[in-house]
């Protein structure tokens, strides 16, 4: 894994991939570097208008690339049933997008927004597409998680932070439901004994337009200024901060439910498996945090058949 960059990425020739919030910084690079490897990307995007203009950007810097813009709002579960019903067969599904520590809202459905977003729009989109995942071959499901879910462990019994709201502890918590949910993902497949593998990637400290959404949307401009500085001096780029997730979709000795980042105190450098709270590992959270998404989605597994209702 030493040294891993976008040079080591295996042909991708005769594989689709959806990557989720692909109309920008870490989406972006990572559609594009699988597409300059030969996959057909599906740029799964809420604004149609920022992704056809990713596609036409896309297009210009991979020349043939096999790229397509389809809408998902990971906000709305009848954007996402809407969305899944159009493949019968998936070999890559990164479950990239995200919202961070935003101001107090609720989705379509009611949920609250970061966990709503974060993890029951993947959650809900990751078991609509899992018949056609088990149809493929070597099929992956990459979800990107953060740094951050060390600010906050689940709380089964206030998931949508109902009782009390802080934006960067609801962002945290978000982060654990995706760890959890690849680890007791993971856990299923095996136990089915399928081929498809569930991981997880982080971007360490990446400068993407996700810092700054949140200030902005509540008109803090000295917190939009501070994250926008950081972005500058800290933060490593974009591209660099792809690489984690790249690795998990694409090299060989990917474990299932592993935890790829950076190799530098989780900060910055080459794709290298990363420390996570234990908590992330706990099967009896992870199979909680199941039971009610599936409840809350209305959206439930069945990874033997490949069925998903």
């Not at 009848?78 to 990164?94: K, N, P, T, W």
């Not at 990751?126 to 951050?148: E, F, I, N, Q, W």
């Not at 949307?217 to 972005?231: D, I, P, Q």
């Amino acid at each position: 894994m030493s040294g891993w960059s976008t040079r080591d990425i295996p042909d991708q020739g005769g594989r689709t991939a959806v990557v989720t919030g692909a109309n920008g910084g870490l989406g972006y690079v990572t559609a594009r570097e699988l597409a300059r490897k030969g996959a057909r990307v599906v740029l799964a995007c809420r604004s149609e208008t920022r992704g056809r203009q990713s596609v036409a950007r896309l297009s210009g810097e991979v020349p043939g690339a096999q790229v397509e813009l389809r809408r998902l709002d990971l906000g709305d579960l009848a954007s996402v049933r809407e969305f899944a019903r159009h493949y019968d067969r998936l070999h890559l599904l990164i479950n990239n997008a995200g919202v961070m520590a935003m101001p107090y809202g609720t989705t379509a459905d009611g949920f609250e927004t970061q966990f709503g977003v974060n993890h029951l729009g993947h959650f809900a989109l990751t078991g609509l597409l899992m018949p056609a995942l088990l149809a493929a071959p070597r099929a992956r499901v990459v979800t990107v998680s953060s740094m951050a879910h060390l600010l906050g462990t689940i709380d089964p019994s206030d998931l949508n932070s109902a009782h009390s709201y802080r934006r960067w502890t609801a962002y945290g918590r978000s982060k654990t439901a995706n760890l959890l949910f690849t680890h007791e993902l993971a856990r299923q497949l095996a136990a089915a004994g399928a081929e498809v593998i569930a991981a997880a990637a982080h971007p360490g400290y990446a400068a993407t337009g996700l810092q700054t959404a949140g200030p902005r949307a509540e008109g803090r401009r000295t917190a939009e200024r501070l994250m926008a500085a950081g972005n500058r001096v800290l933060a490593q780029s974009a591209e660099a901060g792809a690489l984690p997730a790249l690795y998990a979709a694409t090299a060989p000795d990917v474990r299932p439910g592993s935890f790829t980042g950076p190799s530098l105190a989780m900060w910055r450098g080459a794709p290298a498996p990363s420390w996570r709270a234990p908590w992330t590992l706990e099967d009896r959270a992870g199979e909680r945090l199941w039971t009610e998404s599936e409840r809350l989605t209305g959206v439930s597994y069945d990874v033997t058949a490949g069925r998903a209702g």
